[in-house]
């Protein structure tokens, strides 16, 4: 579906058709369609992913789009073979590894999330390991909608999701509080419906939840 095709899916559900004589804009239900895009991005399991090469560091920068790193490999040189490296957070990686400061250099086994964009080799990395290439794969934010010929970068199984997304924020503008549950609802039984079939050929991942 376009965003001119949801517009016009929302607009029939709230019964505000006319653009000129309604409570909310064109432009104000793209604004709810690119929420609906972020909520949905943190329960669809299976999405596209973006290859990002780098070099390795004792920390690695990571793109502000990545919104999760699924694999992540560095290339030994020795043998000009990849080595996977095993992600994890800081928090949990600290909680076993008590003592990860006093760790020598060496072969980097891990990719350790410090925040949301900086990232630590461990252990840090040896002179043969330094500056050598990298490559992480991962889901990146999907594009925003701009313009209502755009189409939402998930799956067509789970652009109705968006709809009633829209027609819940819509709903809650004219404070009509039982019909913007009732989108609500819509809204969320597809969204459980789909999440392990909404691939898209271009969307993403984000850790958020609506409420």
Partial sequence: MTAQQI????????????VNNAHATDNQIITWINEAILQLCSVISTLPKKTITTTSADTVILPKELLRVDYASIYDTSNGKWVKLETNDFVNFARVNPDWQNADRNQPKFLIRMTD?????????STQWDNVQMTIVGSYKPNDITSTSQEPELSITIHPAIVYYAAYKYF???????????????YDSIRKTNIST???????????RIR
């Fill in 7 to 18: 517009i016009d899916e929302v607009r029939q559900i709230v019964q505000e058709i006319d």
């Fill in 172 to 186: 809650m503008l004219l404070n009509n509080t039982q019909k913007a549950n009732m989108a609500f609802t819509m």
């Fill in 117 to 125: 964009l900086e990232w630590m080799l461990y252990p840090k990395p």
């Fill in 198 to 208: 909404a691939t898209s050929t271009k969307g993403s991942l984000l850790q958020l």
